[in-house]
């Protein structure tokens, strides 16, 4: 069986979600990993999801070698831009510390519409290609370590 990455992305901004989306399967399909995509409503939802499926996992379930999650907050005129950017980077980072997964975090947290523009294009800076390829080096590294 090939390799397999789990890409977990927050719908919530639908432009810049196709952006981030595109970056990071290219990125993958470039280096033969075979893509599943799970979609999530928000930010929020990603560490749940992500949680899921390192569960499933450990229960014989569907196994990836390398996780992505992608997502955009954009700073508001309330404090919820704190929460979901910093609760929601959190839970991403304890589950893949826990289970010690191969993640690469494509969360954007920005100040407006164009600084997530700018970072989800892939022909710009390429935040979710570069999040896959985060993902792909940790893989080698724990592959390289015989894990």
């Given at each position: 069986m090939g390799k397999r990455a789990l890409i977990i992305e927050a719908r919530f901004y639908d432009g810049y979600a196709d952006n981030l989306l595109a970056g990071a399967k290219a990125e993958f399909e470039a280096n033969d990993f075979a893509v599943t995509v799970w979609t999530v409503p928000g930010v929020l939802?990603?560490?749940i999801a992500l949680a899921m499926a390192a569960n499933d996992a450990q229960q014989g379930g569907t196994r990836y070698d390398a996780f992505c999650v992608l997502g955009t907050v954009i700073r508001g005129e309330t404090g919820h831009y704190d929460i979901v950017a910093g609760e929601g980077n959190r839970g991403v980072t304890d589950v893949a510390v826990a289970h010690r997964l191969p993640l690469g975090n494509g969360i954007l947290t920005v100040e407006d519409g164009e600084q997530a523009a700018v970072r989800a294009d892939p022909a710009r800076k390429?935040?979710?290609g570069g999040a896959a390829a985060a993902a792909i080096a940790l893989y080698d590294l724990s592959?390289?370590?015989?894990r």
């Open positions: 939802e990603i560490p390429n935040k979710g592959a390289a370590l015989g």
